[in-house]
């Protein structure tokens, strides 16, 4: 008999995670706030001020925002211990991360370099902070965990990508330094979107979907050897691109090499696409659920942006970069947020209040349910929603006409997960005082 | 008399098992005890149940991942077979 005697602190308060959710969706109408003043000038170029700074509103300010409370929440529910300074350091993370982002989109804007050093000061703080506090976990002998394998990869492709991050953002902070940052941007966003991005996704995979959509476990096998053979094939790509393609001057130089790489991490990519597609078909209890449309819609964006590229290989495409951008930030990231933020917070929020009702049985019935928290029609019209101003997002890559549109549709995404989150928030408040005004007493026989 | 209530809750979504157990505690008779049948470890509820008078053990399953045993510790029949059963450290 395997008897595990439980000390258990899983639960940190309601704010944690939610102070990260709800500035994460103030970064997501910014962003498309940005677009609908640019319009058309937006896709000039990839290296324009509006650009870069819409770009790092997505990834920075929501994506990475939302991925840290998620890990305040989740890392306790798995491991059953909070990340340790979660109480007093949160916050302090949090509101250097907003500064950080707020000083960094306006150095693009504004091409200022003192913002720049504001923005490397408070990013570099924070997620030197971050890291700090997942090291116990990291080290711990809980090394056999599923979880902790996951975490310790992940730390280590973050790690790697927010590195690039500071130093491109040094290169625009001290220009004087004559830092090549360009060189490193395909290789900060490489690392960032292919590992990044799929390997926290392959770890929500494993760890969140099977507790809120009965799909079956995840081999452990199968994850360790995926995250591992891409991080591999990232290490061998930085190098290539860094001491052969950089000495050599061009790309062009050895293209076998660079497109043997590029196949490897693609049909490694392609085995997860489909082994999480297989199992979201194998489901056990094929319950409707709009939330896991969004699960697919971001499997499937990846796949688009795998076929494009290969494409693009042997035909030459316009406006690639926006297409797989567009494919990989808002189709693959951001979906799986979305319908992620739209499971978590309605789950956060009954488990918070079933919580305070324990110890007063009057007030069981004030508890609300999943679905009164967030309806499965704003569910729905979230998806729609999404859906629309992706789509619109990569047609006026080709018709910038069309650049207004797809911004008045993205700022009616955000601004309505906003809403979401936010009345169900309002409805935690409300719920909470009326359990609260109940008398307590412990459970008894 | 002691008498085990099998909750089977392998095939339930988040929250459902949380629920399931928590509507078995309200009909908890003396000398009852839960065992609960579960796909994963269900921390959080079982920290809630510790902070209110519960106690529970969690072991590997043979067919289903994981077998978690809970039990009132103020009834001291179901307090006495369960500590004796299942955690006799």
């Given at each position: 008999?395997?008897?595990h ?11 944690t995670?939610?102070?990260?959710f ?10 498309a ?5 640019s319009?058309?000038?937006?896709w000039f170029?990839?290296w ?7 770009t790092?509103?997505?990834t920075?300010?929501?994506?990475l925002m ?8 989740f890392?306790?529910v ?15 993370i ?8 707020l ?5 693009f ?7 720049f050093?504001a ?6 703080t924070?997620?030197g ?17 599923l979880?902790v394998?996951?975490l ?12 690039l ?10 220009p004087?330094?004559?830092?090549p940052?360009r ?7 490489l ?13 929500v995979s494993?760890q969140?979907?099977p507790?809120?959509y009965?799909?079956?476990e ?10 591992l ?6 290490v061998?790509?930085?190098f ?8 050599s ?11 043997t790489?590029a196949?490897?991490?693609s049909?490694?990519?392609?085995v997860?696409?489909?082994?999480t ?6 489901r056990k ?11 697919r819609l ?5 796949l688009?942006?795998l ?9 030459p495409l316009?406006h690639?970069?926006y297409?797989l951008?567009?494919l990989?930030?808002?189709g ?6 979305n ?16 919580k305070?009702?324990?110890?007063r049985?009057e007030?069981?019935?004030?508890v ?10 704003n569910s729905?019209?979230q998806?729609?929603l999404?859906?629309l101003s992706?789509s619109?997002?990569?047609i006026s890559?080709h018709?910038?006409?069309l650049?207004?549109l797809?911004a008045v ?10 809403w979401c ?5 309002l409805?935690?408040?409300e719920?909470?005082?009326k359990i609260?005004a109940?008398?307590?007493i412990?459970?008894?026989? | 008399m002691v008498?085990e209530i099998?909750?089977?809750v392998?095939?339930?979504?988040a ?11 309200k ?21 809630m ?11 590997k399953?043979d ?5 978690i ?15 004796s059963?299942?955690?006799p450290?």
């Open positions: 008999m395997n008897l005697k439980l000390s258990l602190d899983t639960i940190p308060p309601i704010l995670p939610f102070r990260f709800l500035s994460a969706l103030l970064f997501g109408v910014l962003a706030l940005l677009l609908l003043y319009r058309e000038d937006f170029t990839r324009s001020n509006s650009n870069l700074a819409l790092h509103l997505l920075i300010g929501f994506m939302v991925m840290m409370g998620a890990l305040y929440q890392i306790p798995m491991n059953g211990q909070l990340i340790p300074g979660s109480k007093k350091l949160a916050p302090v949090h509101v250097l991360m907003i500064l950080g982002v000083a960094l989109v306006s150095g804007l504004f091409s200022n370099s003192e913002l050093q923005a490397l000061a408070a990013l570099g924070a997620s902070l971050f890291a700090l506090s997942l090291l116990p976990l990291l080290i711990s002998r809980l090394g056999n965990q979880i394998y996951l310790r990869v992940l730390f280590l492709v973050l790690l790697i990508t927010l590195g991050g500071l130093f491109l953002l040094l290169g625009h902070a001290l004087e330094l004559n830092l940052y060189f490193y941007t395909d290789l900060h966003v690392w960032g979107l292919a590992g990044w991005v799929v390997l926290i996704i392959m770890a494993s969140v979907t507790m809120f009965v799909i079956s995840f081999s452990p096998r199968y994850l360790k050897i995926l995250s053979l891409i991080i591999l094939t990232l061998v790509m930085s290539y691109t860094v001491f052969i393609s950089k000495q001057g061009t790309d062009s130089a050895q293209p076998f090499i660079y497109y790489l196949f490897l991490l049909a490694e990519l392609l997860f696409v489909f082994y597609l297989l199992k979201i078909a194998q209890r094929k319950i409707a659920d709009v939330t896991i449309n969004f699960y971001s499997m499937f964006s990846l688009a942006a076929m494009l590229w290969w494409v693009a290989v042997f035909l316009a690639l970069t297409l951008a567009i990989l930030i808002y693959l990231a951001i979906s799986i947020i319908g992620m933020l739209h499971k978590i917070v309605s789950f956060l929020i009954f488990l918070h209040l079933q305070l009702s324990l110890k049985p007030a069981m019935t004030l609300p349910n999943m679905k009164q928290v967030i309806s499965t029609r729905q019209i998806f729609m999404h859906l992706g619109l997002l990569l890559v018709y910038p006409a650049t207004v797809a549709f993205m700022l009616a995404n955000f601004c309505w997960l906003s989150l936010f009345q169900a928030y409805l935690y408040l719920s909470r005082k609260l109940c008398p307590e412990s459970m008894s026989l | 008498r099998v909750v089977d392998s095939d339930l979504e929250p459902q098992p949380f629920e399931e157990v928590l509507k078995q505690l009909v908890l008779g003396l000398g009852d005890y839960i065992h609960m049948l579960h796909r994963k470890k269900p921390l959080p509820l079982l920290q149940l510790q902070e209110n008078g519960y106690a529970s053990v969690m072991r399953g067919t289903i991942p994981w077998e045993f809970i039990w009132n510790t103020a009834d001291p029949l179901s307090n006495e077979y369960c500590r059963q299942f955690a450290d």
